[in-house]
């Protein structure tokens, strides 16, 4: 899928500013200033986010293409795969080519592991093969010189990619990506923040403390406090529900379900909404890190 402008800035974003920073030194710089990053200072080949699910990888990319002003290709497994012999590499040669020719560009890769798990396997198919040699040899730049951009100057793509798995990368996909930056779930000054751009549409009874309930809820992803927002705005809606017949439900007005979410609602919804995110988890990632990491 093409965007020219995904229209997403970092101030949509609640926390990871390390993160922010990290893509800002290993992207949008290099977008700006190209006659500084030559030679050694030479921009990554290739970023990889990974994290949990739920906690912004896919919005930081979006920012990143808008940051830096460049066309963003948000490309999945399914936008490349075709049940044709030979088709799926030409997909992939074709998405860098157009890639170089709408230059300075951004291929975005969500769920990269399921196009560039680890190769050898019993159980993998020839095809599937095929399309990670693919993808390799053009992250490699293979005949970039012989295409030029729209404006005539030297093409510049930057692959950027996300996982939830990533100990399931393909050993020489993970070297591409040579700079690997962990988004872990927000902090407590993000969790506040998240909940209160959740909660920015919906009226808020003044007994609600959005401060306590931030602190509630460490390890929640940004995912998590979107359902937790989402639920507790609901409850009063649940209730009124109860107290009518179905048959009376149309003939409700806008005004009877413009009701205030209270501190009873998040109680109720906290009991209900749980992180997606253990401990383990965590565990599993801290160690993948400490191996490869390079953040």
Request: charged share 30%; proline share 5%.
């Amino acid at each position: 899928m093409l965007e020219l402008n995904p229209n997403v800035r970092w101030t949509d974003i609640a926390g990871q500013e390390e993160a922010k920073t990290l893509l800002a030194e290993a992207l949008v710089m290099p977008a700006l200033m190209p006659e500084f990053f030559k030679g050694i200072r030479r921009p990554w080949r290739g970023i990889l986010m990974c994290g949990p699910p739920g906690t912004g990888k896919t919005m930081l990319a979006k920012a990143v293409a808008t940051e830096c002003n460049t066309t963003f290709f948000n490309i999945s497994a399914s936008s490349i795969s075709s049940k044709w012999r030979g088709e799926s590499e030409k997909l992939v040669r074709t998405l860098f080519q157009m890639a170089r020719l709408h230059s300075p560009s951004t291929i975005f890769i969500d769920e990269i592991e399921s196009i560039s798990s680890t190769r050898g396997g019993a159980s993998e198919h020839e095809t599937s093969r095929r399309v990670k040699t693919e993808l390799l040899v053009q992250m490699d730049g293979v005949g970039s010189s012989l295409i030029k951009s729209l404006d005539g100057r030297d093409p510049v793509v930057m692959v950027l990619a996300a996982t939830n798995l990533p100990w399931l990368l393909d050993e020489a996909m993970r070297r591409r990506l040579e700079k690997r930056i962990y988004i872990g779930p927000p902090d407590l000054l993000a969790r506040e923040q998240m909940l209160r751009i959740s909660l920015k549409d919906v009226d808020v009874e003044e007994d609600v403390d959005v401060e306590d309930i931030a602190k509630r809820v460490q390890g929640f992803s940004g995912a998590d406090i979107a359902t937790l927002c989402r639920d507790a705005a609901m409850m009063k809606l649940r209730e009124k529900m109860r107290s009518v017949k179905p048959s009376e439900l149309n003939l409700l007005k806008p005004e009877d379900l413009k009701l205030p979410v209270s501190k009873s609602d998040f109680e109720a919804a906290l009991l209900k909404v749980q992180s997606s995110l253990s401990s383990a988890d965590f565990e599993r990632y801290d160690q993948w890190l400490a191996d490869y990491g390079s953040a």
